[in-house]
């Protein structure tokens, strides 16, 4: 049974370049650490993919929602539903001198911003700079492994590992209980979460809660934090 635009599902994935076989993007610690695309600052495990928001590729997007809870596939993604294909108008040359102006030393592979575009220089010579727009991976087939892990039911779940997701935080540091009859959702963060969910990130993290959960008024957030070891009582002689 396929899912349907809105269904929250926690997804298992791992991205490799057909060509080279070369690991990109995974949910597994392990394998990440292994093919050294081992990330700090992410959270891994199954990954929570709302179906029909877009965050994903539209190749992995789309076949997430052909499958069911516990199958795992292997798909072909094309270059057009995964990082675009290739575009030479998105390659533009500029003179030395425009970098030199800003401060900045052209150097082939520098990522650098002009007009709130990001590209990447591929060529200086002669005075000129090449600067690729094209995104990194464009043009680029890819292989995917995936294996839908669940199907969130319960609204607390959804909306825990949808905070767990935008404070980028393990799910087990959130509790989450509502009350659907009253419309309040009540969010209690541990340390390890409370101390990412800065203001912005909040303003974010209200904005999907009222998107996703049309029943929604009032949401608590409420910081735990332990200032003191609490005293083990001592065994009684």
């Given amino acids: 049974m396929a899912f349907k635009d809105g269904d929250f599902v926690l997804v298992e994935y791992s991205l490799r370049l057909k ?9 597994s610690e392990e394998e990440a650490k292994k093919e050294g695309i081992y990330d700090e600052d992410r959270v891994y495990g199954p990954e929570l993919v709302i179906i029909g928001e877009g965050r994903l590729i539209p190749g992995l997007e789309e076949a997430i929602k052909e499958m069911n809870v516990n199958e795992k596939k292997e798909v072909e993604i094309p270059p057009e539903k995964a990082y675009g294909v290739r575009d030479p108008n998105k390659v533009k040359t500029y003179s030395v001198k425009q ?13 650098v911003e002009i007009n709130g575009q990001v590209g990447r220089i591929i060529a200086v010579e002669g005075g000129r700079v090449k600067v690729d727009f094209n995104h990194p991976l464009a043009g680029r087939t890819l292989l995917a492994v995936i294996r839908v ?11 825990k590992h949808l905070v767990a997701r935008r404070l980028r935080a393990k799910p087990d540091y959130i509790d989450v209980n509502v009350d659907r ?9 541990k340390p390890q ?34 200032i003191r070891a609490e005293k083990k009582e001592q065994e009684q002689q």
């Fill in 19 to 27: 060509d080279t076989n070369q690991l990109i993007d995974t949910t």
């Fill in 99 to 111: 970098f030199l102006r800003h401060g900045v030393r052209p150097e082939i592979g520098k990522l």
């Fill in 149 to 159: 892990v669940a199907k969130l039911e319960k609204d607390e779940d959804k909306i």
């Fill in 181 to 189: 009859e009253n419309g309040v959702v009540t969010i209690k963060m």
């Fill in 193 to 226: 979460a409370a101390l990412r969910a800065t203001p912005s990130t909040k303003v974010v993290l209200l904005d999907e809660i009222r998107r996703y959960f049309d029943w929604a008024r009032r949401v608590n957030i409420v910081e735990e934090y332990e």
